[in-house]
């Protein structure tokens, strides 16, 4: 294999037709060019270019390997140029937090825009409830995650050191099995405590927003079976074990496809939000997790 610089010297003379306008383009003197092409030509015992009045020109010899000496040139750059990419592109595995449905986090997109935009990083979902989302991120075994909490909130007091921002709000209704709407004579809390509840652990946005509005009443709901995913929570309440609460968008799909009741009037606002450490915020995990949700989410407050 020939020297880079041997390579160099010998295409750009044959562009030039003039060993100094090619001294000249690669800032070698004409000495040092005029001697790597007597190299050349000496290894490969080959006579590459002949002089005539308008300059060098090359031999078919020399007309034969000029093609091959410049693919050879721009494999090198190429090479160069990936090598140099390397430097720059992200790598590493990023650990994400899901909660409730992927369609509704927008996953999907999510996932798509940051690939395209790191492809050599990897990702490592783990499926849980808002709260174990959130403490997981707080202690360093989740990278960044998603999270429910009433509008403004995020995490607050419950981890002042983890960052938030707000995507998207929405209600949560309280839903009850088809044919309820006589048994339910009221739609005050203190009343809607004492029915079934399907109740939730503690790490549920559930747990917290309906802790949020009894706690103060001094009552606590009356469960009669305990979840940890919503799809179980509307499995029974189909099944009439009890009340419990839907997402506006899943509890009006139950009421007109299933026809479980939807109490009127009675609905706790929450928000979604993105989560990460604080302490993180410039990483570049982060950073590049926190570009790509604002090209599926938008600004914030979008």
Known sequence: MHPLQTLKAFVTVAREGSVSRAAGRLHLTQPAVSLKLKQLQDELELKLFQRKPQGLVLTPDGQALLPVAEKALAALAAFEQSARALHSTLR?????????????????????????????????????????VLEQVRDGRLDVGFFLAPPGVGPGSLAPEVAHRELTGFQYYVVAPAGWGPRISSTRWEDLANMPWIVT????????LLKG???????????????????CMLDLV???????????????????????????????????????????????????????LEGVWGHPGA
Request: aromatic share 4%; net charge negative; hydrophobic share 40%.
């Open 92 to 132: 590493g595995r990023l650990r994400i937090g899901t909660i409730v449905d992927p369609e509704f986090i927008r996953l999907g997109a999510f996932l798509h825009r940051l690939v395209e935009r790191a492809p050599q990083l990897e990702t490592e979902l783990r499926q849980g409830m808002s709260g174990s």
């Open 201 to 208: 652990p503690e790490d549920s946005v559930h747990h917290r």
């Open 213 to 231: 509005v009894l706690d103060p009443l001094g009552v606590l709901p009356r469960g009669v079976a305990q979840v940890d995913q919503e799809a």
């Open 238 to 292: 189909r099944a009439g074990v009890g009340l419990s609460l839907a997402r506006d968008a899943l509890a009006m799909t139950e009421r007109q496809e299933r026809g479980l009741v939807v109490l009127e009037g009675v609905r706790l606002p929450c928000a979604l939000s993105f989560i990460w450490h604080r302490d993180r915020r410039d990483e570049p995990l982060i950073a590049e997790a926190l570009e790509a």
